[in-house]
């Protein structure tokens, strides 16, 4: 048995996999297959990837839905020093919004949690 985070998106899964491309370096692209043809022709279809080596997995979904991400569900990213953590908190919260801004929380010596532009919650924390 293994289980695997799923994010769902809306026709933006290519925009978060190009930004988690950027924000990562350790990004590992697994599988990306895209819709060939009609209406989601170019979306994603599926798409596995890696990060901190952790698997997760993403689509487009074709029905538009009334919801999205929300914060009470989050990635947890443990990083390596500083730098590491600053330059995570800025490639993703370009553009989306931060709920905890970098500092000492008591339970951290550094920490940040923040959203992404397409609305995946991030908590970054070093070690």
């Not at 998106?9 to 491309?21: C, E, I, K, S």
Request: proline share 6%.
């Amino acid at each position: 048995m293994r289980a695997t985070p799923f994010l769902m998106f809306q026709g933006d899964a290519n925009g978060a996999l190009a930004l988690y491309r950027s924000a990562f370096p350790d990004f590992e692209e697994l599988l990306l297959q895209e819709h060939p043809e009609g209406p989601q022709a170019g979306q994603v279809a599926m798409a596995r990837i890696r990060v901190g080596g952790l698997e997760i997995m993403l689509y487009d979904s074709a029905p538009v839905h009334a919801f999205t991400f929300t914060p009470s569900t989050s990635i947890f990213i443990e990083c390596d020093d500083e730098a590491q953590l600053r330059a995570l908190a800025e490639a993703l919260g370009d553009g989306g919004g931060v709920m905890m801004p970098i500092g000492n929380y008591g339970f951290s010596r550094l920490f940040t949690w923040l959203a992404d532009r397409f609305g995946v919650s991030w908590q970054l924390n070093l070690k």
